[in-house]
């Protein structure tokens, strides 16, 4: 049975989150992805990504995730986002991960703030995965 690596950015890089959302207790590596940039999505309170050739951006990687853990997390992403294959660096070496991916035509509903994975801990996080919850 193939497994797949998950390059996550935004509230998925909380193992807490990534459990709510998959019913798996997974142990994600620090990442990073070039070419792309992070953004708060206008009143929301996750994140979305753009192409910008200059930027770098810290996540986590959840690495053997299979294919109905993969199915959950399509369902879960909203229609906003496409699923694509990357290539992420971790621990100096570049692996293949499947990162979701802004859609061009929702790139308006991003703000030009960046979105903080501290203020969304402090501000937000037991009220989304309160609603979460409820999926």
């Known amino acids: ?50 192409k910008n050739e200059a930027s770098l951006i810290t996540g986590m990687l959840y690495q053997g995730i299979d294919e109905e853990t993969l199915n959950r997390l399509d369902q879960f992403e909203d229609v906003m986002y496409e699923r694509y294959l990357f290539d992420v660096q971790v621990d100096n070496k570049t692996e293949q991960a499947f990162v979701y991916v802004t859609k061009d035509e929702y790139s308006d509903r991003l703000s030009n703030k960046e979105w903080s994975l ?7 996080l037991n009220y989304y995965l309160r609603d979460i919850s409820k999926l």
């Open 1 to 50: 049975m193939p497994t797949f690596s998950v390059f996550t950015y935004g509230t998925l890089q909380l193992p807490a989150v990534m459990q709510a959302v998959t019913g798996k207790d997974l142990k994600p590596v620090v990442a990073t992805l070039t070419g792309y940039h992070r953004f708060k999505f206008k009143e929301k309170t996750y994140p979305g990504l753009i």
């Open 118 to 124: 501290e203020e969304f801990k402090s501000k937000y």
